[in-house]
C-alpha cells in the first residue's frame, strides 16, 4: 500500500486560507467517505481535525474543514493562525480492514 | 475520561524483538479497535495495524505483515505490539490509538524504540 500523496510544504500569512492536499487512488481515497486529517505539533501527540472526509470532531475550530473530489482530498485551514504552524497528515481506510497515512505537510505561518 | 497510557522507552539491538504495551482506561475496551502507528525520526505517520479488542481480529500492513504481532489482554484492557527481527530503520516513536467512527480519535503519549548496537 502506497502512501497518500501530500505536499512537502505549504505556507499562508496570517489570516489567509490555505489548501493541502491529499492524493490516493480509486482504491482508498476515492472509494470510501474515510479520510481523516491529523495535525501534529513538534515532539506532540497527532490530534484528529477532521473524520469522515469532512466531519469534524466537538472541540474543533470550524476554521478546519474537509471536502474530497475523486481521488483527491483537502484540508481547508482558514483564518490561519501562528498556532496553526504544525505537520498534517491525512489518513484513509484502503479496504480489507487497512489503513494508510499520507506522506505529511510542513505548514509555515509566516 | 479516555486515556491510552504506553509502556516505556526501549533500546534493542538489531534482530531483537520488542514489546509495547497500551494500558487503555475512560471507556469500555472491548467494544473498541485499536491501531498501532509508528513515527521514524522526521519522518511520516506510518500505519502497521490493528486488532479488535473484542474477538482478537487483527490486520497488519504489508510493510510489517511477516514482523509484527498485536495481541490483546481484556482482562487488563491492554493492548500489545511485539516486532521482531529489529532493525535500525525500526528505531521510532510507536503510538497505539483508539479508532472510534472510523478515525483515531485517541492517542497514546508514544514509546520510544531505539535500535542500537
Known amino acids: 500500500q502506497s502512501a497518500l500523496t501530500q505536499p512537502a510544504s505549504v505556507s499562508g500569512s496570517p489570516g489567509q486560507s490555505i489548501t493541502i492536499s491529499c492524493t490516493g487512488t480509486s482504491s482508498d481515497v476515492g472509494n470510501y467517505n474515510r479520510v481523516s486529517w491529523f495535525q501534529q505539533h513538534p515532539g506532540k501527540v497527532p490530534k484528529v481535525l477532521i473524520y469522515?472526509?469532512?466531519k469534524r470532531p466537538s472541540g474543533v475550530s470550524n476554521r478546519f474543514s474537509g471536502s474530497k473530489s475523486g481521488n483527491t482530498a483537502s484540508l481547508t485551514i482558514s483564518g490561519l493562525q501562528a498556532e496553526d504552524e504544525a505537520d498534517y497528515y491525512c489518513c484513509s481506510y484502503a479496504g480489507n480492514s487497512v489503513y494508510v497515512f499520507g506522506t505529511g505537510t510542513k505548514v509555515a505561518v509566516l | 475520561q479516555v486515556q491510552l497510557v504506553q509502556s516505556g522507552a526501549e533500546v534493542k539491538k538489531p534482530g531483537a524483538s520488542v514489546k509495547l504495551s497500551c494500558k487503555a482506561s475512560?471507556?469500555?475496551?472491548?467494544?473498541?479497535?485499536l491501531h498501532w502507528v509508528r513515527q521514524a525520526p522526521g519522518q511520516r505517520l506510518e500505519w502497521m495495524g490493528w486488532?479488535?479488542?473484542?474477538?482478537?481480529?487483527?490486520k497488519y500492513s504489508q510493510t510489517f505483515q511477516d514482523r509484527v504481532t498485536i495481541t490483546r489482554d481484556t482482562s487488563a484492557t491492554t493492548a500489545y505490539m511485539e516486532l521482531s527481527s529489529l532493525r535500525y530503520e525500526d528505531t521510532a516513536v510507536y503510538y497505539c490509538?483508539?479508532?472510534?467512527?472510523?478515525?483515531?480519535?485517541?492517542w497514546g503519549q508514544g514509546t520510544l524504540v531505539t535500535v542500537s548496537s
Open positions: 490509538a483508539r479508532e472510534l467512527t472510523g478515525t483515531l480519535d485517541n
Open positions: 486488532i479488535n479488542a473484542g474477538n482478537g481480529n487483527t
Open positions: 469522515g472526509d469532512s
Open positions: 475512560g471507556f469500555t475496551f472491548t467494544t473498541y479497535a
